[in-house]
């Protein structure tokens, strides 16, 4: 930007008067008297002025296109000062100094956000596998004993079927380095998990649905898939991975765009959950498979699971299960033309079970 | 100074856009000079000259003397920047 004194014609037969001229890259501004002396301005914007140097005279002279209006400075500083503005505003958008472009800034806002969500999506789920990889086997069972001490003290353990549980899961004779430990809790709610570094934690009222022994074994085929596969482990990490990620990027922001993302973190982690239980079902039918026991154990489990939750109707979308239907549908893909056989040993214990 | 026509002034209020405020976060967090939140200041304090100018000629001033320019943060967490420009026009 720069100001400059000259003589402003306000049209071609008008006489000068003395004036002043703001070039800058945006706009040119002049500041004149009108003939009632009263101070006036115009503004010409950049693309309906053309500057030229008059050589004869040794002014810089500006024409507005439009009304003929001309402003003369003496010297060739303006017109040098115009050349560069002009020089500067035919820069392609990319490569202008100034900011305040608005294609550029939203090329360059996408080409973060794209960089951004790539890092996020793949680089840091990625790094935080690795880094779950690294952990040792002692230390994921020191974790997931800690839980389960920690669940403990509020739970009562059902020994009798902790037992019968640990005989059956022996049974199916399932090679690991992990030590496999089962716990039965008295308690209503149908439900399993995994913790870990090899606990297992089954809650009595899925084990009182139950009516044959593939269903069981289904049950800890599945749970067991998610010890082996580190499953518990690995979203610790991917959670705490992204976690970080999204501190150091937003770290002092508040409000709603943390309450947003914060949002979208959550999704993004109960996906990640759903893509592990479907891991865990094929891995485990699988583990089935091969031990010849009937794949209509799955479809039982699943069945009693739908029964018992109501909220089967929550869209896959936001649930961290797979939709039941959906899983007994790539089950039973999985399972067409399957030879079974009876297994009298895990059927006996299996009668334990209910008989106890 | 054959004429006083008055303190005028002006204000620019820029706000740096979010992606300028995680860069200025990392060159925070591993030190240096911060080029993207200079040019912001250049870019509000060049806004804030022109439109006192403009003011300027616009009471037919041919110049502006004691200039005074003031730099402030303003938004809920400080993240916009304002220039406001004051000085006194005359004709000279």
Redesign the interface.
């Given at each position: 930007?720069k100001?400059f004194?000259g003589q402003f014609y306000p049209s071609y037969f008008s006489p000068p008067s003395?004036a002043?001229l703001?070039l800058?890259d945006?706009?040119l501004?002049?500041?004149f008297?009108d003939q009632d002396g009263?101070?006036?301005?115009q503004?010409w914007s950049i693309k309906e002025v053309q500057g030229d140097f008059l050589f004869a005279e040794q002014r810089s002279r500006f024409i507005q296109v439009h009304t003929q209006a001309e402003f003369r400075v003496a010297g060739r500083e303006a017109f040098e000062y115009w050349e560069e503005i002009k020089a500067e505003s035919a820069r392609s958008w990319f490569r202008k100094k100034?900011?305040?472009n608005l294609r550029r800034?939203m090329a360059?806002?996408s080409a973060?956000l794209l960089a951004g969500s790539l890092l996020y999506f793949f680089m840091v789920p990625w790094l935080a596998e690795q880094m779950a990889t690294v952990v040792s086997k002692k230390t994921e069972r020191q974790l997931g004993d800690s839980v389960f001490e920690a669940m403990q003290s509020t739970q009562t353990e059902d020994t009798m079927a902790t037992r019968i549980l640990n005989d059956f899961f022996n049974a199916l004779a399932i090679e690991t380095d992990y030590s496999i430990r089962i716990t039965v809790v008295k308690d209503e709610t149908v439900n399993a998990f995994a913790l870990p570094g090899g606990q297992l934690v089954v809650y009595t009222g899925l084990l009182d649905n139950m009516e044959a022994y593939p269903e069981l074994a289904a049950l800890l085929s599945h749970e067991f898939v998610h010890v082996e596969k580190r499953h518990a482990t690995r979203s610790i990490f991917r959670s705490m991975g992204s976690d970080l990620f999204i501190t150091l990027?937003f770290?002092?922001?508040?409000?709603l765009a943390t309450l947003v993302i914060g949002q979208a973190n959550q999704l993004r982690t109960l996906s990640y959950s759903r893509s592990l239980e479907k891991e865990a079902d094929l891995e485990g039918y699988r583990l089935m498979r091969e031990r010849g026991i009937d794949p209509a154990g799955y479809d039982q489990l699943f069945k009693h699971l739908k029964d018992s939750s109501p909220s089967t109707e929550i869209p896959e979308m936001i649930s961290s299960h797979p939709d039941t239907d959906n899983r007994m549908r790539y089950i039973r893909e999985e399972s067409r033309g399957q030879v079974v056989k009876e297994d009298l040993r895990l059927r006996s214990i299996f009668t334990q079970l209910k008989n106890k | 100074m054959q004429e006083y026509l008055g303190v005028i002034n002006a204000q620019s209020i820029i706000g740096a856009n979010m992606f300028k405020d995680i860069f200025a976060g990392l060159r925070d967090l591993i030190g240096g000079r911060s080029k993207t939140y200079e040019r912001v200041i250049e870019e509000a304090k060049e806004d804030a000259m022109r439109e006192l100018t403009q003011k300027a000629q616009s009471v037919g001033a041919n110049a502006v003397v004691g200039i005074d320019l003031d730099f402030e943060t303003v938004g809920a967490s400080g993240s916009m920047l304002m220039v406001i420009a004051t000085g006194t026009a005359v004709r000279i």
């Open positions: 930007m100001t004194s003395e002043t703001l800058s945006r706009i501004s002049i500041g008297h009263n101070p006036a301005t503004d100034k900011t305040g800034t360059l806002l973060m990027l770290g002092k922001s508040s409000g | -």
